[in-house]
């Protein structure tokens, strides 16, 4: 589920736990809006400080969810990684 979303950042929550995906907000036309994320920063849970790792499944995750959310405002999600 999608918390908050900012030019730099979304902010998701997955079940009790919380992670700050990076990325850059665009503006593809019209009223929406795109969002490239860098599936790479995804790397620990927040507080990053405790450094509790999110595992490949709950990276898969959160991407599907912020997709899901995206796609039903009919706006662009875009997907990078190295």
Known sequence: MILNIDRGHIWVRLEEKTA???GEMFF????????????D?????EPKEQRQKISKDDV??????IKADFSKGGHVLEIEST
């Open 20 to 22: 700050k995906v990076q």
């Open 28 to 39: 593809p036309g019209g009223d929406k809006m795109g969002f490239v994320i860098y599936a």
């Open 41 to 45: 920063t995804l790397d620990y849970w």
């Open 60 to 65: 898969n995750r959160i991407i599907e969810d």
